[in-house]
Every structure is written in C-alpha cells, then in structure tokens.
C-alpha cells in the first residue's frame, strides 16, 4: 500500500506541474499527458482501496465463496 500511496503522490505532483503549464496556453501533448496522469491516478486509487479491503476484510474470492455457503444452507433449512 506504502508502494501505491507514493505513485499516487509523485503522479498528483506531476500533475500539478502540468496544471501550472496548461495554464500558461494550451498544449495538445501537455493536455492528452494530463488525461493520462488523471487515468492513472484513479486507477491507482482503485487499486488501493482494493488492497485496503483485503486487508481489512480478507480475500474477496474467499468472502464470496463463504457467502454463497451460507446462502445455501439459509435456503436448505
């Protein structure tokens, strides 16, 4: 998560520098490497809440599979 959380701030540093460039005039490649930091920045956030569930909660497939158990003996009794 440490890993996650650093790229998430050296990219929402970069993306500050992008927004000070932008600001002095437009700039197709300044624009479309804007969208890209903006991408990969919500993708890392979902990656990290992701992680954070996990830990928190355990494997995902696990808690399905342990669900769907329980929903069937609910439905059995």
Known sequence: ???IRQQ???LTERRAELFH??????DAGL???HAQ???EIARLWEQHR???AQLRFGDRERIIKRA???ERLERAA
């Open 37 to 39: 930091v903006e991408d």
């Open 8 to 10: 998430i701030e050296r």
């Open 50 to 52: 992701i992680v954070r």
């Open 68 to 70: 769907r158990a329980e």
């Open 21 to 26: 460039a932008l600001s002095e005039g437009h």
């Open 1 to 3: 998560m440490d890993e």
């Open 31 to 33: 624009a479309a490497e």
